[in-house]
């Protein structure tokens, strides 16, 4: 595709305008996002994508909360102790949190919420980060019942939490982790599988859902019982899944979108120069990989034909090149932005690219592959003009390096295909990207866990050394020697290429210069209720 601008549909542009002035009508303020494709799931506990997130952080409150700017802000906990130690965390909550339907948010609903959430069943794939919480190894692991868990509810409005080690980082990991979101019990349990329907789900955050349109609309109102609905400017807030990005910014000039999920990679340079005050380019924390499906050959013993590929794939080309929004290339799966810790990379980083191809080839044929019996291989990745982009990118750089030696078929499928293909390892190289909610090196090394689940652990990689160097770590309360255990963990993943690291992310958004309140942040996070406008938003 040459041009990848497409027009929005009249039919779209009416909707939108019609909508914008029904809430003229009704002086309702509606905030309009991007949010980049259909949600999987609107259970916190069965997901941890960034789609699926952004619309619960506006659902649900967890005991802390992230504020505009990255910090931690007190949630239903309205106040919290750590040992001496640092081993137990004890909050107490705030007497006036209550659920969308007025029952009161206890202790006891956190209690229930971690246990679920830490349970490996019913489509439940635990957060390995969780480990961190005494018992919840056992639990996740499936040996242990979930009543074995450290956390424990002494009266109504204190919710204890007991650590494996001190963890300095746990307020952050509660406050980004959708396991320590709490779920309403009783809808839960009765509703079962369709508890998260709109006129069902009972949640304690700013908003509720009234409606959710597969891959149209999802929309949520006011939570007239949430706690600091006072402070809330927002009435109204519709997620549209639109994973096409030229279409999202062509809604954006159009009027009936205030944010985008991103925008397409050909068009960064134009937008960066024509709209400097409405395109958000920052750095952020968070990784885009490719991974190899270590369960099956041919990447599954061939170590030489995972670095040889690895080896060939130009990331400062792709950054320059492709993407060309700022992005760090990545020879690691940790971003350089986590504080703390010295990055660690693959050992070819400082060879020109002429010597790393000669090793690539060197490597392939090494591994048994040649134009006489080339490579077959699939790259699956979720529909999205980005992705295709780099698709496209990388598979000419395999044929440049390895000529007739190699035949690349890409396989682009719709985000909740491509999830379900993913979580059952239905491939051989798949697209992904992480994430890191905390600002800690953990976030992006626990996802090689030999324990850890799709969506963690893509290629089912498994090293008793890096498992052993992770578990070290988790127990040292010497902040140098911890960092030192993570670097030897991922410098020994790395040598083992289980993955392409391929870019550490900036974002690449327009966000309307109607909207206040959105703050730079390293986790990009921006919850509606601190958002506001400018001036009365009927647009």
């Not at 320059?320 to 760090?328: C, F, I, N, P, Q």
């Not at 070290?472 to 289980?498: F, N, T, W, Y």
Request: charged share 25%; aromatic share 10%.
């Amino acid at each position: 595709m040459t041009e990848l601008k497409k027009k929005v549909s009249a039919v779209m542009v009416a909707a939108g305008l019609a909508l914008f002035a029904g809430t003229a009508a009704q002086a309702a303020t509606v905030l309009n996002r991007g949010n980049g494709g259909e949600p999987s799931t609107l259970d916190p506990h069965r997901t941890d994508g960034r789609i699926e997130s952004n619309i619960l952080r506006d659902l649900f409150e967890g005991l802390v909360v992230y504020g505009p700017d990255g910090r931690i802000l007190p949630g239903v906990a309205e106040s919290w102790q750590v040992s001496e130690d640092g081993k137990l965390y004890s909050f107490q909550l705030r007497a006036d949190a209550r659920w969308s339907n007025g029952d009161a948010v206890t202790a006891e609903d956190f209690v229930y919420s971690l246990r679920r959430a830490l349970t490996p069943k019913d489509g439940i794939q635990p957060s390995s980060n969780m480990r961190v919480i005494k018992g919840a190894a056992a639990v996740i692991d499936g040996t242990k019942p979930a009543d074995t868990l450290g956390v424990a509810a002494p009266n109504p409005r204190t919710v204890t939490i007991a650590l494996e080690a001190a963890t300095p980082y746990f307020l952050d990991l509660i406050a980004a982790d959708n396991s320590a979101l709490p779920v309403h019990r009783g809808t839960v349990e009765s509703q079962r599988e369709r508890w998260t329907d709109p006129g069902k789900m009972v949640s304690n955050g700013a908003y509720v859902l009234e409606e959710w349109r597969a891959r149209q609309q999802i929309g949520l109102g006011r939570n007239a019982n949430f706690h600091g609905r006072g402070g809330v400017a927002i009435d109204k807030v519709n997620f549209f899944p639109i994973d096409d990005s030229a279409e999202e910014v062509d809604r954006f000039k159009a009027g009936t979108l205030h944010l985008t999920y991103e925008v397409p990679q050909d068009r960064v340079k134009w937008i960066s120069l024509t709209e400097p005050k409405v395109f958000w380019n920052r750095p952020f924390l968070a990784t885009y990989y490719y991974a190899f499906n270590l369960t099956v050959e041919p990447f599954k013993s061939n170590r030489d034909l995972r670095r040889a590929l690895s080896l060939a794939v130009n990331r400062e080309n792709i950054v320059d090149k492709v993407t060309r929004a700022g992005e760090t290339p990545a020879y690691g799966l940790v971003p350089p932005i986590v504080p703390n810790y010295r990055r660690q990379t693959a050992d070819f980083i400082a060879e020109p690219m002429d010597n790393r191809l000669r090793e690539a080839r060197r490597l392939f044929s090494a591994a048994g592959f040649s134009p006489m019996q080339p490579l077959a291989v699939e790259i699956l990745y979720n529909q999205s003009e980005n992705n295709r982009v780099i698709a496209d990118a990388i598979i000419s750089m395999w044929q440049d390096a390895f000529g007739k030696g190699i035949q690349v078929k890409p396989v682009s499928v719709e985000r909740t295909d491509y999830l379900k293909r993913r979580a059952r390892r239905d491939f051989q190289i798949v697209r992904a990207a992480w994430i890191g909610d905390y600002a800690d090196p953990t976030v992006f090394l626990n996802l090689m866990l030999s324990t850890a689940l799709p969506p963690r652990n893509d290629p089912g990689y498994r090293s008793r050394k890096y498992d052993e160097l992770l578990a070290k770590a988790a127990a040292s309360e010497d902040a140098a020697q911890r960092s030192s255990l993570l670097g030897q963990a991922e410098k020994a993943m790395i040598d083992d290429d289980p993955v392409i690291p391929i870019y550490h992310f900036s974002t690449k958004s327009l966000v309307s210069q109607q909207i206040k309140g959105w703050v730079y942040n390293v986790r990009d996070v921006h919850p509606s209720r601190f958002l506001s406008f400018a001036e009365k938003a009927a647009s």
